[in-house]
């Protein structure tokens, strides 16, 4: 069974801090994702990672960055955390980038984080 | 610019009366179409993966099926703990495995 696994569930922050969110994942999996979940604008990506070390941006990588120094694990950091940050926070992985059944992406539970 | 539509926004059903949830995309060649349920502040939980026109996958009352325009999200006799949030999402061809999702259609089954 695919696991992914988040640091923290809810987190509240205040404005201008540096928030560090932490995903696990422990299938082995090569990809793994940051998304942002918002009602009505649905899920967006945020950053990507195919490798360690390795990163993309998505579609909305502003006032964000990642890290993956190893495989398993990949970090969302918010360089200076505004109040438009505040939304819920999605990990995902999938194991390779080539072959069909590999590319089903697997979620975490998720953070909801406040920025006051 | 890969796009995902789903329609209704909402659905409210009866316990066991039958409806489809559709899923229309526009993607510079599909490799897959992924449907996913959310319950309330919770992550997606995988459920089917849909690669061609033609092909249908199925688990207990639910069903996708696949054409070069859409999905649906056949959901036959559906009960209460079938309410969640119903999410669709494209793979287009290339270099990478990003995912373009819709904004979800949250269904609710009344008892």
């Known amino acids: 069974d695919v696991k992914v696994t988040q640091s923290s569930r809810y987190l509240v922050k205040r404005t201008g801090e540096k928030v560090f969110l932490e995903c696990v994942q422990d299938m082995d999996h090569e990809n793994m994702f940051w998304y942002r979940q918002d009602p009505g604008l649905g899920l967006r990506l945020i950053y990507f990672s195919y490798d360690v070390k390795m990163k993309e941006k998505g579609d909305i990588p502003e006032g964000y960055s990642v890290s993956r120094e190893k495989k398993e694990r990949f970090s969302l950091i918010l360089e200076s955390a505004s109040t438009n940050q505040t939304s819920m926070y999605l990990c995902?992985?999938?194991?390779?980038?080539?072959?069909?059944?590999?590319?089903?992406?697997?979620f975490g539970p998720g953070t909801r984080l406040l920025v006051l | 610019e890969d796009q995902v539509t789903q329609s209704p926004e909402a659905l409210r059903l009866q316990e066991g009366e039958s409806s489809s949830l559709n899923c229309s995309y526009t993607v510079s060649g599909l490799r897959g179409l992924f449907w996913y349920r959310q319950d309330p502040g919770k992550g997606p939980e995988f459920l089917f993966t849909l690669y061609s026109a033609g092909e249908e996958k199925e688990k207990e009352r639910l069903k996708a099926t696949l054409t070069k325009k859409e999905s649906f999200l056949h959901i036959t006799a559906p009960k209460p703990e079938d309410s969640a949030t119903y999410l669709c999402a494209v793979q287009a061809s290339g270099a990478n495995s990003k995912l373009t999702f819709g904004k979800g259609i949250t269904l609710s089954v009344r008892p």
């Open positions: 995902a992985s999938s194991l390779a980038r080539s072959g069909r059944v590999q590319e089903t992406q697997y």
